[in-house]
């Protein structure tokens, strides 16, 4: 997202900016357009980093787990603000406002002012409204028909909880039965099994090896000649360019390990 964004978009981005007015109608979200205002200040700077010293909104923007790509710290304690990366995160931000309406854009239709939503005379006529909505006009009464119906739906899951299984789902799963579904569920191949299968093909070969022929050395060559290490305690093994994506195969890098293992294997005899 950062690469598509800091070549391409990030180019388009200041015109979009200062042809829109963002707004709202609540002071709590008032960060998220003051660093909308910060884009647009730097919009034509060349800096990898804010100035130090500038007024930068964190509260509200930064995502949970981002503060290690936005936020990084000098050899001498410093803190600077990565630009691209507090952008995005930005950017996002209002996105998720805009949806909600928290933050409005001037002008606009679907992203206008909320408060032109509501009718000029609900204040008048608010209990006519509320009964065109189906909805009571007293609040604790709209919590409490609300939480009663979340409760009755989590009963309903937890009485029904017990029914599932592989049975149940093959029923509504179109194109596959029962049978298809416990065939995948038997072979199907876990982490911790891939490891131990890898780690007692690793462990083979070198149990095979004759040191007066091979040598203590734990450095091994594929039957085509390609080489790649392989250490001893180790349960994964470096693999090489050639098995990195395997056309016939297709398989992710860690099957191409195993294929390399085998291939040596098969070698050795």
Not at 136 to 147: C, H
Not at 242 to 266: K, N
Request: charge should be negative; glycine fraction near 6%.
């Amino acid at each position: 997202m950062r690469s598509s964004y800091g070549r391409h978009y990030r180019q388009i981005l200041p015109l979009i900016l200062n042809q829109l007015e963002f707004r709202s109608n609540n002071e709590i979200h008032r960060p998220v357009i003051e660093a909308i205002e910060l884009l647009k200040k730097y919009a034509d700077s060349k800096q990898r980093y804010y100035d130090v010293g500038e007024s930068i909104p964190i509260e509200g923007i930064l995502r949970p787990g981002w503060q290690e790509l936005i936020l990084e710290t000098e050899s001498d304690g410093e803190i600077k603000v990565n630009r691209i990366n507090y952008e995005l995160s930005v950017l996002q931000a209002l996105r998720d406002k805009l949806r909600c309406k928290e933050i409005w854009v001037v002008g606009a239709n679907r992203y206008r002012n909320p408060e032109e939503d509501l009718p000029t005379d609900f204040d008048e006529q608010r209990t006519f409204y509320f009964q065109a909505l189906k909805q009571p006009s007293d609040v604790e009464l709209f919590i409490s028909d609300l939480q009663k119906q979340l409760n009755d739906a989590l009963e309903m899951l937890d009485r029904g909880l017990p029914n599932t299984g592989l049975k149940r789902l093959s029923s509504g799963t179109a194109g596959g039965n029962y049978h298809d579904l416990l065939y995948v569920k038997r072979r199907f191949i876990h982490k911790e099994q891939l490891r131990n299968a890898i780690a007692s093909i690793a462990n083979a070969i070198f149990d095979i090896r004759m040191p007066q022929i091979w040598g203590e050395g734990t450095t091994a060559c594929a039957s085509d000649s390609k080489k790649f290490g392989a250490w001893d305690q180790n349960l994964m093994t470096e693999w090489h360019i050639r098995y990195d994506c395997d056309e016939s195969f297709r398989r992710p890098r860690i099957g191409c390990v195993i294929t390399a293992l085998i291939a040596d294997f098969v070698g050795v005899y």
